[in-house]
C-alpha cells in the first residue's frame, strides 16, 4: 500500500467523526441516480411528478422508470419517459422485460424507444405475472427471449443502447447458488451489458463479499448499490422475502412497536440508508442508485448526506 494510503487510512480511523459526517467531504464526487415507476392513477401521477421535480435539480446521472410484471405497465412506462424527455433535462432509462411477450413484440418496443430518443435501456427477465407475482415460479414463452441474457443481446443486436442489467448479491431467490447467478451476470456482461444494479440490500458486508467475487471473475462493468430507504417495515419483509434481501435483526429491533409512528420509522429509514451509502463511499463507491418508490424526501434527505446538491435546472 502507499504512503499515501497508509496516511488515508490512519486519518480514518482516528477521525472522531463517523462516515455519514464525513460522507459529504469524501473526496470522491458522488452520482445518483433514480427509479421511479409509471403511476395508474391521477392522484399516482400527480405524485410521481412531485418527486420527479423535487429530484431533477440533483442532476442524477439517469432515471429510470420499471416495467410491471409481464410488461402490465408498457403503455404507461412509455408514456413517463416519452414525458420525461419533453418536459424534464432528466436522462431516463426504460425497464424492459421479457415476460409474457414474443421475440417480435419486445423488438418493437426497443425500436420505439429508440425512435424517441431513449438510448438507455434496464434489461431485467421480469416477474411472473398475476397471483405469483415478485418470486413466482417464471416460464418462459416458447417464441419469447427466455432471459435478461438474451434480451441484452436483441437490444445490442438494435445497436444504440447503454443497457443496464439486474445484479443479485444476496443470491436470486430462483438461482442454486452465488456462484450460478455470478456465472449469469457474466453471461449478460457478455452479451453487452455495460452497467448492474444490485437488488436492494441492508447486508453491507454481503454485498462487499459480492463486490469482490465479481471482480475475481473478471466482471468489470460499474456496479451501482441499490438503496431503498423504505420506512414501511412490514411491506419491506414482504419484498425482501420475495426476492431474496435478508434483513438483519438489528434492522427488525429499530423498527419494532413502531407500526402506529410513521414520522420515526421515516427518519429511521433515511438514516440506515444514508449510513449504508457512506460506509460504501469508503469502500470506493460513488455511483448510487435509488429506489424512491415515487418519493422524493428520504432520498433528497441521503443525497444531501453525500454532498449531492441541487444545481440550477434550465428553464
Known amino acids: 500500500m502507499a504512503a499515501s494510503s497508509l496516511a488515508a487510512a490512519r486519518a480514518l480511523l482516528l477521525s472522531p467523526l463517523g462516515p455519514v459526517a464525513r460522507a459529504g467531504d469524501n473526496a470522491n464526487p458522488v452520482r445518483v441516480s433514480f427509479e421511479f415507476f409509471p403511476p395508474k392513477t391521477d392522484k399516482a401521477e400527480e405524485s410521481l411528478w412531485e418527486a420527479v421535480r423535487r429530484l431533477e435539480p440533483l442532476n ?20 413517463t419517459v416519452q414525458r420525461m424527455l419533453t418536459e424534464t433535462t432528466l436522462k431516463p432509462a426504460a425497464h424492459l422485460t421479457c415476460v409474457e411477450a414474443s421475440r417480435a413484440e ?5 425500436e420505439s424507444y429508440k425512435a424517441i430518443g431513449v ?17 413466482g415460479a417464471y416460464q418462459p414463452r416458447a417464441d419469447g427471449y427466455a432471459n435478461a441474457t438474451e434480451l441484452t443481446a436483441a437490444i445490442g443486436r438494435v445497436g444504440g443502447f447503454d443497457v443496464t442489467v439486474g445484479a443479485y448479491p444476496e ?16 453471461a449478460k456482461v457478455d452479451a453487452g451489458a455495460t452497467r448492474a ?10 454485498f ?10 473478471g466482471i468489470d462493468i460499474p456496479l451501482l448499490p441499490g438503496i431503498m430507504p423504505v420506512s414501511n ?8 422475502a420475495a426476492c431474496g434481501a435478508s434483513i438483519p435483526a438489528w434492522l427488525a429491533a429499530h ?31 460513488s455511483d448510487f442508485h435509488f429506489y424512491t418508490l415515487n418519493r422524493a424526501d428520504l432520498v433528497y434527505a441521503i443525497c444531501r448526506v453525500l454532498g449531492v446538491r441541487e444545481q440550477k435546472v434550465a428553464a
Open 60 to 79: 442524477p446521472a439517469f432515471v429510470s422508470v420499471t416495467y410491471g410484471a409481464g410488461g402490465s405497465t408498457r403503455e404507461r412506462t412509455h408514456r
Open 106 to 110: 419486445v423488438d418493437e418496443v426497443i
Open 119 to 135: 438510448d438507455h435501456i434496464v434489461a431485467l427477465r421480469g416477474d411472473p405475472p398475476g397471483a405469483s407475482g415478485i418470486g
Open 171 to 186: 443470491r436470486h431467490p430462483e438461482s442454486p447458488s452465488i456462484e450460478h447467478d455470478i456465472d449469469v451476470l457474466k
Open 197 to 206: 444494479i444490485s437488488q436492494f440490500f441492508f447486508d453491507i458486508d454481503a
Open 208 to 217: 462487499l463479499r459480492y463486490r469482490d467475487r465479481i471482480r475475481a471473475a
Open 233 to 240: 417495515f412490514n411491506g419491506l419483509v414482504r419484498m425482501s
Open 255 to 285: 423498527f419494532d412497536g413502531l407500526d402506529d409512528d410513521p414520522e420515526t420509522r421515516k427518519l429511521l429509514a433515511a438514516s440506515v440508508a444514508a449510513e449504508t451509502c457512506a460506509r460504501l463511499q469508503e469502500e470506493g463507491f
